[in-house]
């Protein structure tokens, strides 16, 4: 038992070096005063000035504020559509057309991402020659693309969360007389809120991230974050974009230091209440 | 009446996913899968329909199967799906070999260090994606960290050449898709009852005996999940080789792509499309038939 633990430890040890040493080389380097990137001019370094090129670098702050935009209606209409296909398979027992809704809903999880661009963008030709929308390609087209393929990782989501509670609860409620909907809105729908939450995040990082489907979707006048990234790196390193990328670690690792906080204050809250109820009683 | 709103409610919170995916997942494979029998021509859309009508009826239908036969016969198109293929086994091997370790140590953990470590597994994938791969460039290039550190310790002369490698590529494919491989692993592993190993070790079986005999065949569900989540999304990555491959050698979504938005021949973009999604069929439905197991066991 002792040597593949010890064997199992180191390669965690090792696993989790490999995962972050990129991301720190790069913030790291976001300081260099070197335009190489990766040799270090220790007469002039550290500096702010990849920040400082960043801030004043209009093309990428605008291509951030569009991402931004469509990672927010995105994560919220595909919360909406996954937690309605989430409460169907993992309430609604069987029926027809389950395995059809199933199925479209764990395909896109493994998808390879030009299949789903490319079909995407065939669908939005076919439809504007059809009906004269969409008008090509831009900000909606990739909306849309990305409410798709995001609301199958929160369906996933939302239903584990359901699976892992059991109707009672719901039953009661009806058995009480209330109706479907506000059983919904009163049982299920809180219960749910966390996987709400991590799949609202979830999807606004999928959204956030995406380059190959917005790449075909998008049309020749609208550039995404990672699209204009992905062009700025193909012609190699480039001081800037490492800048970009510690700003991006920093908001990810302050958020989730915050929200650790957060449920560790909670959980304290619970505690305390629980003593405190407990001291009622005696 | 309340018995006539809950169908109707049932069918509203049923209704509209299917009908979106079916709008907007179902439906677009039919217009490849039509469009990879079409002819290309020069104009907007570049494909020429493959019905001819008069009077509201179909009176010719061109169906054109060159697109395929071209994928079969120029070995361009042979060779990038074989090395897709290649590249994405050889990748999930390599994620398998580190991915089962570490979640194997996850699940032996404290409980309070398991959070933690769970935590660190996930971090990465909420930072882009794209910036992750592209921080490999910096590491791997000829002037690059790794070279760098390796000539100062003077463990070698001349800069090695990592950089458009196939070592590159699964690097940069292991690494994306390592906490995909580990959670599925992990969850398995989470649940195995530590009573068995001590049973087999009561029963004088050496750690490794009880391992492979008790724990690897217990987790096979976790490995098989975990391995198709690599798999199936390596075979058509783009960002990964297109950063850090070969560019003698592509892979079959660059193929596509390129295709699609150097060549703008639509027609063959899609049946490259729908040779790759037939290549990958038995793959996704054997994850559809594990993911359900796992969504639907919990009860």
């Known amino acids: 038992m002792k040597s593949h633990g010890l064997f199992s430890r180191v390669a965690l040890v090792f696993g989790l070096v490999f995962l972050y040493v990129p991301i720190l ?55 909406v559509l996954g937690t309605l296909s989430g409460v169907a398979l993992a309430r609604f027992g069987a029926f027809r057309g389950r395995a059809l809704l199933a199925g479209m809903t764990t395909a896109p999880l493994v998808m390879p991402e030009v299949i789903t661009g490319l079909s995407l963008l065939l669908l939005f030709v076919a439809l504007e020659q059809t009906i004269g929308w969409p008008k090509g390609g831009g900000a909606v087209t990739i909306t849309l693309a990305h409410i798709t393929f995001c609301m199958a990782y929160v369906t996933v989501v939302v239903q584990s969360r359901l699976v892992g509670f059991d109707e009672s609860l719901e039953e009661a409620a009806m058995d009480l007389g209330a109706r479907p909907v506000k059983v919904f809105f009163r049982i299920t729908l809180p219960l749910i809120v966390p996987a709400l939450v991590s799949g609202w995040l979830l999807a606004f990082t999928l959204s956030w991230d995406d380059l190959v489907i917005s790449q075909f979707v998008a049309g020749p006048g609208s550039s995404t974050l990672p699209m204009v990234i992905f062009s700025k790196v193909r012609l190699g ?46 | 009446m309340p018995r006539f709103s809950a169908q109707f409610g049932r069918r509203v919170v049923l209704g509209i996913p299917t009908a979106w995916l079916i709008v907007l997942f179902l439906i677009p494979f039919i217009i490849v899968f039509k469009i ?66 570490m979640a194997y140590a996850i699940a032996r953990s404290q409980p309070t260090t398991r959070n933690l470590l769970l935590m660190l597994i996930v971090l990465p994938f909420w930072t882009s994606f794209l910036l992750r791969v592209y921080a490999w460039i910096g590491l791997l290039k000829s002037n690059g960290v790794i070279n760098n550190v390796l000539m100062g310790m003077g463990l070698i002369h001349e800069p090695l050449t990592m950089l458009q490698t196939d070592f590159a590529v699964y690097i940069g494919i292991v690494y994306s898709y390592l906490p995909f491989m580990i959670l599925p692993l992990y969850s398995n592993l989470e649940k195995h009852d530590p009573t068995l190993l001590e049973a087999a070790a009561d029963l004088g079986a050496r750690p490794v005996t009880a391992f492979l005999r008790v724990t690897l065949p217990q987790s096979v569900p976790g490995i098989i999940a975990g391995s198709l989540l690599v798999f199936i999304p390596a075979v058509g990555e783009y960002v990964i080789p297109s950063l850090l491959g070969r560019t003698d050698q592509l892979m079959i979504g660059r193929v596509l792509s390129d295709e699609f938005f150097a060549n703008r021949d639509w027609p063959v973009a899609s049946a490259v499309a729908i040779f790759m999604l037939g290549l990958l069929v ?10 359900k197991r796992t969504l639907e066991a919990h009860k």
């Open chain 2, 282 to 291: 038995i793959p996704i439905m054997l994850f559809q038939h594990f993911e």
């Open chain 1, 25 to 79: 080389s790069m913030v790291v380097f976001s300081f260099n005063n070197s335009r190489l990137v990766t040799v270090w001019d220790s007469a002039n370094s550290p500096t702010l000035r990849w920040y400082q090129a960043l801030i004043s670098n209009e093309q990428i702050l605008g291509a951030a504020w569009l991402s931004i935009k469509i990672a927010m209606i995105a994560a919220s209409g595909a919360v």
């Open chain 2, 36 to 101: 990879s029998f079409s002819e290309v021509r020069l104009a907007m859309p570049p494909y020429a329909p493959l019905f001819e009508w008069a009077d509201g009826k179909p009176v010719a239908v061109r169906l054109n199967l060159s697109n395929y036969s071209f994928l079969f016969t120029d070995a361009l198109y042979v060779s990038s799906y074989l090395y897709s293929l290649k590249v994405a086994a050889v990748s999930t091997l390599f994620c398998l070999l580190l991915g089962y370790p």
């Open chain 1, 237 to 282: 390193v480039s001081p800037d974009v490492n800048a970009l990328a510690t700003i991006m670690v920093m908001v990810v690792a302050a958020g989730i230091t915050a929200s650790s906080v957060w449920m560790r204050f909670q959980a304290r809250r619970r505690e305390r209440d629980m003593q405190l109820a407990a001291a009622a009683n005696l």
